[in-house]
């Protein structure tokens, strides 16, 4: 947090929300891979095996931690607007414009994501030279509500970020140890399950990780990095401070263009995908570089088998990696059974 410049990190342009919503484009696999098809198991399928979003990609990819307190608690904001200033450094006159409109009423429970991305870009995207301890933290604070709200935790609306995710941030000094990467799952399974409903156009929640997902293990609408051989420089400059298996994905890339994604949209692609046998499948990426990626990715390792729920707030979503162990070198044998009845599913979808 050092840097004077915060520009390039706190307003990263993946950040934005509207990248968060899937559509047919032909660089685009979300709406590609039959997501439709997929049951409670939050599954890709192929004509071989099924493929399985996990903790171990959550922790890969994205460095998060995959162990710790559950992110959930209270979903009233309105303790927090009143604490405003104190975490953010906004004005009382100010804090009336934070707030989301809906209709003629105010939403307490949604600071307005524009005023984040106008106010807090004018007043935040150059730290001071000469700088207290309350403003940086801030600038941290800020970096943090944006992040959660556009790449970890993003929502259909787009435009609010919830106020309640300001009680997860209040001690900066000795912060709670929260279970990031299982929340991020829980969320992204949740909107799978939405995606699959009839008449649903789009998908909302945590997609980058899917298609961060996607490219590390399928061919198939996968791009290529502009420069030839690049290759990234991971566990550099040391694994508390070096960047995830993601990082794979952030060079200058290029997409092999093709006339007939005009006229086909994505039957193209799904037939490419419908064709891959397992030997197309990268089944296990992250082990050549393993001990180069994070110690925090590192310490999760004893819990990519962690075989039950996972929460964010009032969602509640089961993983089950004993249905794709061949992602983990293992042999895969018969599963044991959901432990969850129809009826409680449907009910914890509700």
Sequence with gaps: MARDTFSDLLWIPHTSH????????????????????????????????????????????????ITGVPVTGTTDGRNAKGRLFELLGIKEH???????????????????????????????????????EDTLKWYVRAYILDLMSSSLYPDSGGDGIPLWYLDLIVDLDTPVQYNWGGAVLAYLYRHLCL???????????????????????????????????WE??????????????????????????????????ARIPRGQFQSLTEDHVNWEPYGTVYSKLPTVTQQGRPYYLYRGPLLFYWIVEHTYPDRCMRQFGLFQEIPVPEPLNRHTHVELHK
């Design 232 to 265: 990234p420089t991971w566990g550099t400059p040391s694994l508390d401070t070096c960047a995830s298996f993601a990082y794979k994905w952030c060079c200058p890339h290029k997409y092999v263009s093709s006339s007939h994604y005009k006229t086909q949209g």
């Design 18 to 65: 509207r990248v968060c919503q899937a559509s047919e484009e032909k660089k685009d696999v979300i709406n590609v891979k039959h997501y439709r098809c997929m049951t409670a198991y939050h599954a890709a399928y192929a004509p071989f095996l099924i493929r399985l979003v996990t903790l171990e990609d959550v922790s890969c990819l994205w460095g998060l931690p």
């Design 94 to 132: 100010e804090q009336s414009d934070l707030l989301k409109k809906r209709g003629s009423e105010r939403n307490e429970k949604s600071m307005e994501l524009t005023f984040l991305k106008s106010k807090f870009r004018e007043r935040f995207e150059n730290l001071p030279v000469e700088r207290d």
């Design 195 to 229: 995606a699959t409903e009839p008449g649903r156009g789009s998908m909302y929640g945590p997609v980058m990780l899917l298609q961060h997902w996607s490219w590390t293990r399928f061919p198939v609408l996968r791009p290529e990095p502009q420069t030839k051989n």
